[in-house]
């Protein structure tokens, strides 16, 4: 069964602080891995998208990793600011015309001053 | 970057009536829109794929004749909850890809509808 798990599920940090979120899969077969992040009542924004290729990607103060040999993925920020308390989500695509998304849970993030 | 729609953001119905929700993607054609169901908490679960000018399809579980789905344009579909019920509550969120992306597409999510049914 196609499944992402994410951890940990809620993280509170301080502001400018650091922090690692994780995202494991079992999704075959693997297309690309997408990161968003979703406010409290808006629909969720892409971070990241990664294929098989590729085992880094950044954008801004967001960086995503990914092991395809491991399915693991996990989504570094930098400098945490009081805007990115949201809940972020990993998303995996399978390939081939049924093609399909599969989200996980969400790690909802809390930065605080 | 590309932007997707929705109509309203928010919806109060009494039991019984039926609310429409409209998705549009603004700057791009979609022939594909996807309608997804998220509970206070809980992932985004697909409900149903709208396709332009033919029948949306359901996932396992989804009831067609109580999500009626119409994709009538390349830039709008529309999700209308049927004699909705408490049940129905929920946040409601399209999303549409715009065309030959490839492996690299990226699915646009609208802002999201929340849908309480009194």
Same mark, same amino acid.
Request: net charge positive.
């Given at each position: 069964?196609?499944?992402?798990?994410?951890?940990?599920?809620?993280?509170?940090?301080?502001?400018?602080?650091?922090?690692?979120?994780?995202?494991?899969?079992?999704?075959?077969?693997?297309?690309?891995?997408?990161?968003?992040?979703?406010?409290?009542?808006?629909?969720? $924004?892409?971070? %990241?998208?990664? #294929?098989? @290729?590729?085992? +880094?990607?950044?954008? *801004?103060?967001?960086?995503?990793?990914?092991?395809?040999?491991?399915?693991?993925?996990?989504?570094?920020?930098?400098?945490?600011?009081?805007?990115?308390?949201?809940?972020?989500?990993? $998303?995996?695509? %399978?390939?081939? #015309?049924? @093609?399909?998304? +599969?989200?996980?849970? *969400?790690?909802?993030?809390?930065?605080?001053? | 970057?590309?932007?997707?729609?929705?109509?309203?953001?928010?919806?109060?119905?009494?039991?019984?009536?039926?609310?429409?929700?409209?998705?549009?993607?603004?700057?791009?054609?979609?022939?594909?829109?996807?309608?997804?169901?998220?509970?206070?908490?809980?992932?985004?679960?697909?409900?149903?794929?709208?396709?332009?000018?033919?029948?949306?399809?359901?996932?396992?579980?989804?009831?067609?004749?109580?999500?009626?789905?119409?994709?009538?344009?390349?830039?709008?579909?529309?999700?209308?909850?049927?004699?909705?019920?408490?049940?129905?509550?929920?946040?409601?969120?399209?999303?549409?890809?715009?065309?030959?992306?490839?492996?690299?597409?990226?699915?646009?999510?609208?802002?999201?509808?929340?849908?309480?049914?009194?």
């Amino acid at each position: 069964k196609n499944q992402v798990e994410q951890s940990p599920q809620s993280l509170i940090i301080l502001e400018g602080k650091n922090c690692t979120l994780q995202c494991n899969y079992t999704v075959s077969p693997f297309s690309n891995l997408r990161w968003y992040k979703q406010d409290t009542g808006r629909g969720p $924004v892409s971070l %990241t998208i990664m #294929t098989f @290729s590729e085992n +880094t990607k950044s954008n *801004g103060r967001y960086t995503a990793t990914l092991d395809a040999d491991t399915k693991q993925s996990s989504l570094h920020i930098t400098a945490s600011q009081l805007s990115d308390s949201a809940s972020y989500i990993c $998303v995996v695509r %399978t390939t081939g #015309t049924a @093609s399909k998304l +599969t989200f996980g849970t *969400g790690t909802r993030l809390q930065v605080t001053l | 970057g590309a932007v997707v729609s929705q109509h309203p953001s928010r919806v109060i119905c009494k039991s019984g009536t039926s609310v429409k929700i409209e998705c549009r993607s603004l700057d791009f054609q979609a022939t594909t829109m996807f309608w997804y169901r998220q509970f206070p908490k809980k992932s985004l679960m697909l409900m149903a794929t709208s396709n332009e000018g033919s029948k949306a399809t359901y996932e396992q579980g989804v009831e067609k004749d109580k999500f009626l789905i119409n994709h009538a344009s390349l830039t709008l579909s529309t999700l209308t909850v049927t004699s909705a019920h408490p049940e129905d509550s929920s946040f409601y969120i399209c999303s549409a890809s715009p065309p030959f992306g490839g492996v690299q597409e990226t699915q646009y999510f609208g802002p999201g509808t929340r849908l309480l049914v009194l």
